[in-house]
């Protein structure tokens, strides 16, 4: 009778054996510790911590990156905000630091004005009477979002609500001549205002458009006019038609209709409609310089006024500066006042419902 202490049991081994592999995880095989390198070699790991370990930096990086997604978009977040502020506020710094400088000091500047001069700011009123220039501006800009506003709102009312034969097509025409070049209207435009019209005689004194409002307003509102268009339609077109069915009812026309419903309740695409016009025509060159003369008198805009301070013998630079950080105001204080409209009006329609 063998002996339960004898090692040399048979039956002894089998139950260690059977041990053994519960130990082991059920009989798998082990992890093979070896890494073979891309050079042919091999390297022996002692844990996964190793591994980590023999990643390059690039590979670290992603796998960081990979489980931990936030940094990554947080970094990409300031990365762009750093960029966008670089790029758009360091051309206004560096107008101000043009403007500060005295006269005959600006080859000096690195990033701090060569002296400090702020009666630039007062100058450029006295050597031109640039507050007309700015004044032309405000009123050409304000003339053509008008007529924007009003045209669009008429036309976004058509394409947005109402259903008429060819209405993809003219609305696909609208916005293919909006990619026409504003060069290609000029020369018809010029040789229009230019000719002399009999019953304009008591108006002009000469009988032609030229050196008017209306050679500004009319080319500059039928450029900017498919955007506006665009715009309102996509918002009319959204407003339920139980709304404007109700104002129908209690006896209000079409007309009355878009007026105390539809455009009220559009408020955030009108003013930005109205916003975009008005800051594209504000900074309109081409026609402005074209169709005036450049005197103030004459409806020249501001653009004009910052060219002349460029003389035959001098160019006065921190002038120009001064006077260019002078005719951002308007624009700046309008986009403070309607930014929120600007931004609702933006992205309307971007989720839907």
């Known amino acids: 009778m063998p002996d339960r202490n004898d090692s040399t049991d048979p039956t002894n081994d089998t139950e260690s054996n059977d041990t053994d592999g519960i130990g082991d995880g ?27 370990l023999d990643r390059g930096p690039l590979q670290q990086w992603a796998a960081n990156s990979i489980s931990h997604p936030e940094r990554v978009y947080r970094a990409m977040f300031y990365v762009a905000a750093i960029f966008f502020l670089f790029t758009t506020l360091f051309p206004f710094y560096w107008l101000l ?72 097509p003219l609305m696909l025409l609208v916005l293919v001549i909006s990619f026409f070049p504003p060069a290609a209207f000029f020369i018809p435009l010029n040789d229009l205002f230019n000719t002399s019209f009999a019953f304009l005689r008591p108006i002009t004194g000469d009988g032609t458009l030229y050196n008017t409002p209306f050679a500004l307003v009319t080319p500059l509102s039928a450029i900017f006019m498919p955007l506006a268009i665009f715009i309102l339609t996509t918002f009319y077109g959204q407003i339920p038609d139980g709304l404007e069915d109700a ?17 009220p309740l559009s408020a955030p695409g009108v003013a930005t409609a109205g916003v975009l016009t008005f800051i594209a025509v504000y900074n309109e060159f081409f ?41 951002v105001i308007p624009v700046a204080i309008l986009v403070v006042i309607a930014q929120e409209k600007i931004v609702s009006g933006l992205t309307a329609g971007a989720l839907k419902e």
């Not at 095989?29 to 996964?48: C, F, I, K, N, S």
């Not at 640039?130 to 004044?135: E, I, N, Q």
Request: charged fraction near 15%.
């Open 287 to 327: 026609f402005s310089f074209l169709m005036t003369d450049g005197q103030p008198e004459n409806w020249a805009p501001i653009l004009d006024g910052i060219l002349a301070y460029q003389g035959q013998y001098q160019v006065l630079y921190n002038l120009m500066a001064a006077a260019s950080i002078l005719g």
């Open 247 to 263: 104002a129908r009812v209690e006896g209000t026309t079409r007309l009355g209709a878009l007026f105390r419903v539809i455009i």
């Open 26 to 52: 059920g009989g798998d095989p082990p992890r093979d510790p070896t890494l073979h390198r891309p050079d042919g070699g091999t390297t022996v790991l002692e844990d996964d911590r190793d591994a980590e």
């Open 97 to 168: 630091m043009v403007a500060l400088t005295p006269e005959g000091q600006l080859q000096d500047i690195v990033f701090t004005p060569n002296g400090f001069n702020p009666g630039a700011f007062v100058e450029v009123f006295q050597v031109i009477p640039f507050h007309v220039y700015m004044f032309n501006s405000f009123v050409i800009a304000l003339g053509s979002t008008i007529v924007v506003l009003v045209i669009a709102s008429l036309a976004g009312y058509a394409f947005g609500r109402l259903q008429f034969p060819g209405r993809t």
